[in-house]
């Protein structure tokens, strides 16, 4: 706790930091896939897309998979990875790959979302799991219309969609991004109505740009790690307030992976 | 406009940027106190609290009076003054001029709000013209019961309390910062139902900090030169509603004085 | 608890009726101008407005005041009135009773609010305390505008603003039916959040109508003795966050007199 | 336009009755359907479900299909019908037909929805098309879990699954009294924000209880001929206002089919 201008008014920052909400998210789409794959284990698994929840993704997946394969069309997210055993292919790797025949999936994960990988490639695949990531959420016309995993599902023995949503709540796609910005910004929303509250202040960038646009892994790490609300208040009482609703907020996002045909 | 991670997504900034809508506000409070001036002119005005509006409101009055004072207990607000005109007092110059004399302000303006001046030190002067701003805005018990400002206006002939408060809106003071914080949060919650918005994030930091501890004019008036708002979105027809929305909760924001007996 | 249109669903009625809500706010009200009052004695009190809240102040300040008159313009509104001490004058018995010099209250309660009793015939009277409703809540520019209850604390020796808001939340006016209808809708926003919950409906009627344009009082009372909320829902437990939702908004609703020059 | 408890204040009925959002879901989910059929005909249409939005389609339907058969567990549906042509069976008259061997549709439309029609008695059927109602739309755990609605997309040759939804805005169910209710609610609250609103007052019943609970056809249809929403307010240059919102948050409801393999 702080003081802020004067000694009458304190500033509080949550606990919570905006990497620990990613986190929260990028854990429950993972535990949602793990679930879905039942313990299954496989030879070679090929993860489309790092950013957000990808990386975390295959990382996880070591446990089930020989072999994991961590595929993006942006090379310096190579940087995020943590593992050695993880083998990332930027585009020119994987289409290298692929003509080489080196690639024969039997679990594919694509969570490349809206503009992402094609329904062509996948289906050059023959996977015993295939799961796509749904990036719809809360119903709206162009997203809706843009929108193409289920085209994408069009390949595996077993398939599943992913799907990630906020209960009761507006988001306009399952992005982990989109769910973090939500869940800090209607979290700033309650915490406002307390009593003695003067102001709450969501502490968030346009990190998106910082990880492509200036393609620096680093300062984006070191951003994520701030506290997600920074709170104007008369009162010390709310201190743990804010972290309760921050937190509450944050279980409304559930994860899950819907089988299809 | 720029791309989002793919070509399928763009990235919009606003045209309108944090200081625009600062700025809004400051230039609606003291408009509000010229009106209620009625063109009155003074030999000297002293002006509490330079942070946020006070400094504007003072060059302002530089027009009505042949002495205008600043007055605040941080010394490094001096940075924030523009014109050579405007006598700048931290507490011991103050303290010093009170004590020799120097000041018979025949118009005081008090904008220090929670926590700031105390009615004792009013109830020195004797002006013609005391204005003191009220920050009370939404309800809130404990606001409402730290609140003084009806005790400050104990002293002058004619006294006005100025009220700035957002039409049909919850605010919970009515300082410059929280309105500003208020009307991009707003803005936001309408910009992200759009359709084909992905998500609407406020490029809000917590300025106060770099003023006040980092104690950095100069960052500080850099950090609030960036667009309020950050959308990403698919479809480019949105970029005028971006700002349509900010400038119609800009216009919400309503500044008057209400004489007191 | 019923069940819906099959026996999956339920269709709950909240305990708290809307009289519930409205007999809070006139309570709270009442208790805003007995603190104000002190345990002051008065020979003649003066009411103004029968409705809504009025009339219950009337019969409370049977203790502290040797007669009570309560006046209205609808000379209809006497059906309200329980006790018999209390007396009713509509329009023409109040003028006659004010032109015969039988009117020298020295308490005056006035909560007629917009468009009610005018300043001018308030200033024939001089009592010992005058309170006038403050029909203002959150900020609204024609509301504000149109309101005089400034200009109606004209006289008396002790002056005060009855004022009643909603805690962080946005009510256009203090008036108890303004409040009542506010407090049910927002919880409403509220219930249909909980998980399993179909839709909350709430069981509101345009009861001004009932009563002033039917002029039907025995009607206005039935119907707002009715649960303020239906739900319908998939599981029981919700049973006790629907009230308990309600009288945590109820409890948002401050009043309070403020002390004017 | 009317006057309220004074002249100053008036009061205003939405011209948009509650019918008139009703039939504007249920033309909107007749025409989704009707675009999924793409023109084609049929000998035997089954519809399960008069409530609310089957009487409609299964009257819509007459231009499609020689026989058109609506399906309901409530007798006293039957009063809902218009047209001659429309078969009414009841659970008894069902089960007859289908032991009888009458039943064989080419169609069959499913909008029964939560705790509705079993997909153990759909499999009976080996229809040309069937379609079933998604009751499900803002994620909700419980809601997401008791409905069975791809389950029942068991048999067909073209299988749909019609979902409606509402932009950007949170319900818990694609129910077309649902949908009513939570666009009345939320235009209420936008309403409530014009400048000289003083309060919006929405004219919602638990119609459901009428049908189902007082088993009264031609009450409910009595009392969903009322205004939407009442509004009191200082000034008519809202009165285009009100109708205004109602039609926005209307536009927002959007059906389809999705085709299901
Ligand atoms: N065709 C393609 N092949 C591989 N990666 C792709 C791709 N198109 C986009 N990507 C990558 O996929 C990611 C899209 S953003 C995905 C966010 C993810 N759904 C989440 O919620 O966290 C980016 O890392 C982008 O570079
Ligand atoms: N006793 C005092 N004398 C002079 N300045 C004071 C003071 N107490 C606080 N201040 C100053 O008053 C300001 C308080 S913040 C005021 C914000 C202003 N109401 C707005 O809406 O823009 C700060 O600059 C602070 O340093
Ligand atoms: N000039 C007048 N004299 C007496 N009663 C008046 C009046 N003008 C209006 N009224 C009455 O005052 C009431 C206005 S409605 C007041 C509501 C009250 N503020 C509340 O919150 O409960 C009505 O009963 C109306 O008939
Ligand atoms: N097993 C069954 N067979 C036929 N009708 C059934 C049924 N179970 C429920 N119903 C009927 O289906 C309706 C359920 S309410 C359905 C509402 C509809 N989805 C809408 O949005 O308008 C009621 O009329 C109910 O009586």
Do not use: W
């Amino acid at each position: 706790m702080k003081y802020g201008i004067t000694e009458t008014v304190k500033t509080i920052k949550s606990k919570i930091k905006v990497k620990d909400i990613i986190y929260d998210i990028v854990e429950k789409k993972t535990n949602a896939i793990k679930y879905f794959l039942e313990g299954q284990e496989f030879n070679q698994t090929i993860v489309f897309g790092a950013y957000l929840c990808g990386n975390y993704m295959a990382h996880a997946l070591l446990k089930d998979s020989d072999e994991v394969i961590l595929v993006d069309v942006y090379p310096h997210l190579k940087d995020m990875i943590v593992s050695e055993k993880i083998t990332f292919m930027d585009s020119n790797k994987f289409n290298l790959a692929l003509r080489n025949g080196k690639l024969n999936p039997d679990l594919i994960v694509d969570i490349t979302g809206i503009g992402g990988i094609s329904p062509e490639i996948l289906s050059k695949f023959n996977p015993e799991v295939l799961i796509v990531e749904n990036p719809k959420c809360t119903y709206d016309k162009d997203i809706f219309e843009i929108d193409n995993s289920m085209d994408r599902l069009n390949t595996g023995k077993k398939r599943g969609l992913l799907n990630t949503f906020r209960s009761s709540k507006v988001s306009k796609t399952s992005g982990t991004m989109t769910l973090t910005i939500d869940t800090v910004l209607d979290s700033c929303a309650e915490i406002k109505e307390l009593d003695g509250v003067l102001y709450a202040l969501p502490n968030l960038k346009y990190y998106e740009g910082i990880l492509f646009h200036e393609k620096d892994a680093k300062k984006f790490i070191g951003e994520v790690n701030a506290p997600a609300i920074t709170v104007s208040c008369l009162d010390e009482y709310i201190i743990p307030e804010i972290d309760r609703i921050l937190s509450k907020n944050m279980e409304k996002i559930n994860s899950f992976v819907v089988k299809a045909k």
